[in-house]
């Protein structure tokens, strides 16, 4: 059964202060690894894909990064401005079915 | 362009009472889904549908009905409604399907429902 699972389930940061978030996976052919931001109210909005083990991609203060197993998102020098749930969904074989995770809270206090 | 507009954004019912959630894109995309989000359990998909005409089932669909008779709209029907359905239920589209499939999916902003 395709499942994710993210942790920390919350994180509380000081402003300045890098960290990674991560998402575990088990999925039967992985067909894409999706990072969302959701903002409290509102839906999630899409950050990254990852296709292939080694992939790594970049915007602003984020870098996300994929394993066979995992990805990670890196947060560097973050501002309260990033504070958001990040949510983590994968494909598998049937293109159609997203399996999204419960999300990490995060918290960047100035 | 208004992306995509989920109505209403609140709805309060009793048990054994049915409604409709709607949700419209202009966007022209041929994936349109259902999402459920509860705490601690992240979003789960309902159904899904690839274009007019065609409709599937996701994870959670006990309790819920979908058509989709146009590009732009896919309705969600809670026929007779129960406590366990209080939840946010989201709408996203995509523009992918076919072979390769939905890709990044686009959401509404969300409409909270509570059942009584």
């Known amino acids: 059964e395709d499942q994710v699972t993210q942790s920390p389930e919350a994180l509380r940061l000081q402003e300045g202060e890098s960290s990674s978030l991560n998402c575990s996976y088990t999925?039967?052919?992985?067909?894409?690894l999706f990072w969302y931001r959701q903002d409290p109210g509102k839906g999630p909005e899409f950050l990254f894909t990852?296709?292939?083990a080694g992939e790594e991609k970049e915007k602003e203060r984020l870098k996300a990064t994929l394993t066979k197993k995992e990805s990670f998102l890196h947060i560097t020098a973050p501002k309260p401005e990033d504070s958001a749930t990040y949510l983590c969904?994968?494909?598998?074989?049937?293109?159609?079915?997203?399996?999204f995770g419960s999300g990490t809270k995060l918290n960047v206090k100035p | 362009n208004a992306g995509v507009t989920q109505t209403p954004k609140f709805q309060v019912l009793k048990t054994g009472q049915s409604m409709t959630l709607q949700c419209a894109q202009d966007m022209n995309h041929e994936y349109m889904s259902w999402y459920r989000q509860d705490p601690g359990m992240g979003l789960r998909l309902i159904h899904y549908?690839?274009?007019?005409?065609?409709?599937d089932q996701g994870e959670v669909p006990n309790g819920y009905n979908v058509s989709r008779s146009t590009t732009e709209d896919f309705p969600l029907r809670l026929l007779s409604a129960a406590p366990s359905q209080t939840s946010v239920y989201f709408c996203?589209?995509?523009?992918?399907?076919?072979?390769?499939?939905?890709?990044?999916?686009?959401f509404g902003a969300g409409s909270r429902l509570t059942v009584l």
């Open positions: 549908s690839v274009g007019a005409g065609i409709t």
């Open positions: 969904a994968v494909r598998g074989y049937n293109f159609n079915k997203f399996y």
């Open positions: 999925v039967s052919g992985l067909r894409g």
């Open positions: 996203a589209s995509s523009v992918g399907q076919g072979a390769s499939g939905a890709n990044v999916l686009t």
């Open positions: 990852l296709y292939s």
